[in-house]
């Protein structure tokens, strides 16, 4: 893993270039796939999207195919990767736990001021959800979106249902795709995920928001080192003192976990805020 | 026509136009939003708009579709009773025949031979099941032909328009290989690399 703290710069690499290529790659191809299927409908220039400077192509449905062609290449390719990649490495950080569903509510009912959160690993619980769910809704895109293109240049005249079966579940699962990718944005909006941001632009997030939101992760990386460094360079403390409520937070119930690796995280939480705690006095 | 690759049933959004195993490209009616996209992909604008009708008037009316596309459907209902299409039967000079493909091809080239004529249909499009044999060459008979809606000409050699994106989804068809492939190399890469690394250090404590 590339996952390291830089204490002196206050970061925690949070993700490598070869991740961020892969949530990129998938990301704009993605929204060129979203973009061009919608122009395989006969709506460009019903609805004079073919009069908006650069969309003039909008209207030709072969070019909208290619595009779409173009740009599935790279989805394609990229998701592949993904799996066959981490897979092989086994990185296990965004697969589904036992209790994911309970926690998530919980975490969302604290972003609307109610209880609070509980201490995470490098991802929220419902992050874990999401990308399930993502994984379901792209793995279909792909495979229909093969039966299709299949049908296309080779098979015309293949037996109906697979063409409807492939058809219909395109169509069906690009509307879950839209719907999840605003569940996405309207994730990333929310102010306590909003330090995520940085993270997926450039592979670092800041050590403090990670000390406070993310103990459990902080905890596994100073365990897989030899030597745990102990305190966190000043340079890293509290700037927000709204930030510091999750690590109490974290650490009581961090405490209640039984795992060994949860018994770490408390300490690094506990030994965290009051390193934070002394500076602010 | 019921062409061999038709895009006009290919590139439908919701597969209302389909090309069944027996050759027939056949339009579900009750399916058809009107949207036309198979009629600007063909190149003689075979399928045409009867707006207002079909299930478009029951999803969204104002918004989306405009009716249903209608084309010849090669009398699909009567074939699967074992009929001939109604106009091969009702016509009464015999100028249509209908059969399995390799023989009608044959025919025609035999026919076209006999007369000195020509075909047209057998590579227009990318290739069609319907020929046309005439001892007049095309290019005249289509001079006389005015393009309308509903009254298609017959053009020599119209390009099958879609055959330009068949490259790149042939490409697309490679891409889970390609993406396995490079997941495969980027994890043995990673795993040398940590194997290499453990070595290392192991001689630093050794």
């Known amino acids: 893993m590339a996952e390291k703290i830089i204490r002196e710069k206050g970061r925690v690499i949070r993700h490598d270039v070869v991740e961020l290529v892969e949530h990129w790659a998938i990301a704009l191809s993605g929204l060129a796939l979203v973009l061009s299927g919608m122009f395989e409908m ?21 070019v909208s195919l290619s595009v779409h062609y173009a740009a599935s290449i790279v989805f394609v390719a990229a998701s592949l990767f993904h799996v066959v990649y981490h897979g092989m490495r086994g990185d296990r950080g965004m697969i589904p736990q036992k209790g994911d569903l309970r926690t998530s509510i919980e975490v969302m009912k604290s972003f609307f001021g109610k209880g609070k959160e509980p201490p995470f690993h490098k991802y929220l619980p419902e992050q874990r959800l999401a990308y399930a769910g993502m994984v379901f809704i792209i793995a279909m895109l792909i495979l229909s ?16 249902a697979a063409v409807l079966w492939a058809t219909w579940t395109h169509n069906i699962f690009f509307v879950l795709f839209v719907l999840a990718f605003m569940a996405h944005m309207a ?25 406070h939101r993310h103990p459990l992760w902080i905890a596994e990386i100073e365990g897989a080192k030899e030597k745990p460094t102990q305190a966190v360079d000043p340079a890293a403390e509290a700037k927000d003192s709204a930030v510091e409520e999750p690590a109490k937070a974290s650490a009581t119930g961090a405490a209640e976990e039984p795992s060994g690796e949860a018994a770490v995280a408390d300490e690094a939480a506990s030994s965290e805020s009051d390193e934070t705690g002394k500076d602010k006095v | 026509m019921h062409c061999d690759n038709p895009a006009c049933a290919t590139i439908c959004p919701f597969s209302a136009n389909h090309k069944y195993a027996n050759g027939a490209v056949v339009i579900d009616q009750d399916l058809c939003f009107g949207g036309a996209k198979c009629k600007t992909v063909c190149p003689w604008e075979i399928p045409q708009r009867q707006s207002g009708v079909g299930i478009y008037l029951h999803v969204l009316p104002d918004y989306m579709g405009n009716g249903v596309m209608y084309k010849c459907d090669l009398c699909n209902d009567r074939l699967r009773e074992g009929k001939e299409p109604g106009c091969v039967e009702a016509c009464p000079h015999k100028a249509m025949l209908i059969g399995p493909r390799r023989e009608i091809f044959a025919l025609a080239e035999e026919r076209s031979r006999r007369m000195k004529g020509h075909i047209y249909g057998k590579d227009e499009n990318g290739g069609t099941s319907t020929l046309y044999v005439s001892p007049v060459p095309f290019e005249l008979v289509n001079a006389t ?11 020599l050699g119209v390009k099958r328009k879609m055959a330009e994106t068949d490259t790149v989804g042939k490409a697309v068809l490679a891409a889970p290989a390609l993406g396995i492939a490079a997941g495969v190399a980027g994890a043995f890469k990673w795993l040398s690399d940590r194997k290499s690394k453990m070595k290392e250090s192991e001689k630093k404590d050794g």
């Open chain 1, 145 to 160: 979106g093969l039966v299709k293109t299949f049908k296309n240049v080779y098979a015309p005249d293949m037996a109906y």
């Open chain 1, 42 to 62: 006969p709506m460009a220039s019903r609805y004079y999207i073919t009069s908006v400077p650069g969309l003039a192509w909008s209207g030709d449905f072969i």
């Open chain 2, 145 to 155: 032909m005015k393009k309308e809606p509903g009254k298609p000409d017959m053009q």
């Open chain 1, 187 to 211: 994730a990333i909006v929310l102010k306590p995920n909003r330090p995520m941001l940085r993270g997926i632009l450039t592979g670092a997030v800041s050590l403090d928001y990670a000390v």
